[in-house]
């Protein structure tokens, strides 16, 4: 049933938003990066620019990686994000003299998060619980029965990983791996309060969560989350429902433009047969709990709930996504299998459904959208004329019903794309067509391309290779190749040629070219983004403080995620200034007037 009382609330206008992941901001008072009771003051500032929209990446609880899209539970919130001032905190002056100790050491003006906080904050919580333990609390007792379907394994889950020395469940000895009742039902007796303590963490975190979400909605500002599609291998879900993932495959994504070998994301895909027998009970009660948090939910890689990118999990790591196959099989499955979990999830909750439906897409995925009425992304750079032109479309020729961007938190932040991937293709991709053509890769190299312009293992296209004509005769001069061999190489160049040419040209920016992105570019861009068709129109704050000279240096280095890698600098990067003084920032005021310029107030 398509989302339709949703929808025309939505409808009334179109709106403009912003991606703010939580730990990627903080205020004056923040324990290292922001926390619950922050996100009122960035709701604060979303209203004062305008933007009715505030977007998070998913606030699950996460491991060692501090990967949000590979959670230790779909359900259980982040002790990262607690606020230790809003706990109930005992009279004992000690205590809060420890906290604001913590406070002082974890200066929160760094660049990027430093994930010790997480310890330090988990420590002072433990010891605010000791000191007023909730056994007798009615509201603590209701938030653990309402929740029951995933808490008390979670919690139990928590214990035993502690227990282990945060080994992953399926290290630990039999009893507990295989869940033996007997033995889970000893360990529970004996660890009763680090149980009680992780329970009571997650009604702490719910709490202060709820009071955020209902103070944007006094704001009319709407939070927008992110629904990941997969979880950990090591998480709590797959502990507790083993039947509901095929643990002999890990997921990813195919090979594209942007990622020459795929990617292997290492999670375990669903076992969609074993859910849907259980009436999708899983997945309905993770909606229903992030309802509690969201007025919108992104579903993340959609496409993988018509067929996910499956890779043996014992295939060589070296491999990434090269070697897999498409889950399901049978492609005449692949409409039907996506169209009722996506039904499932329409009438089991009342947040309204977008859909990220990025990447290699099969013909259904966009159909399907369209006929339930779910937006899907327009990212520009990817917003083109692929077949005919290769030109990137004008404003008024995007999806009415989809969330327009500059970038996403797996790209680069638009300056570093117009500076080093605007006009190139990937350096890997492009080696790997010309070997399965015949063709000498390091031989046409020299030719093909500018040394000097390509960077970050992009290569930039000589501007002499002006033509598919010349393309074919500096292919044909190492050796004479057929061109029907050449069609991969020459649709890369094809979609990728001139790009900031043709960008400077429909932006209507005068003068020559200019390589390095600045404020009067990207200010272009931004309006024209603005200006789309799209019914959301959802920037990244990192791309936004790109109005004014507030990040310094290289662009490229500016970035939430680099896919396939794993980097203290993937989720962690934090902007250059606390929301106090973002308030005050001109730059605040600049984003107010585009916004209010495209309408979208």
Known sequence: MPQSTQLQSFLAR????????????????????????????????????????????????????????????????????????ALPLPKDKSLKRQIENVRKNLSPNKGWVDYALKKEKLRLCREIFLFNPPDDLRDFQRFKSENAYWLADFSLFKALKQEFQDAAWYDWPDEFKKRDEDALERFRQEHVEEINFQEWLQWQLYEQFKQARNYARRKKVFLKGDLPILVSRDSSDVWQHQEFFKLEFAAGAPPDMYCAKGQRWGMPTYNWEKIAADGYRYLKEKLKYAENFYDIIRVDHVVGLFRIWSIPYNEPLKNQGLNGFFDPLNEAEWELHGRRILEVMLDSTGMFLCAEDLGVIPEVCPKILKELKIPGNDVQRWVKDWKFQHDFLEASAYRALSVTMLSTHDTTNWPAWWENEAGTVDGDLFQRKCAEAGIDFSAVKPWLFDSIRSKHARLRWKEGIDSVDKLIKEFSSPGSVPQERLQALIGLYQDTYGEKEKLWKQLGLSGAMREDCDKEIFSAVLKANLQANSLFCINTLVDLLYLDDLWQGDPYQYRTNTPGTISPKNWSLKIPLSLEDLMKHPVTKEIRKLVADSERT
């Open 14 to 85: 179109k709106r403009a938003g912003v991606l703010a992941p939580l730990f990627s901001v903080y205020s004056k008072k923040s324990f290292g990066a922001a926390d619950l009771a922050d996100l009122k003051t960035l709701i604060d500032w979303a209203l004062k620019t305008d933007n009715s929209v505030i977007q998070l990446l998913p606030m699950n609880d996460m491991p060692g990686i501090f990967c949000p899209y590979d959670a230790l539970s779909g359900f259980a919130l982040e002790p990262l994000y607690i606020s230790l001032l």
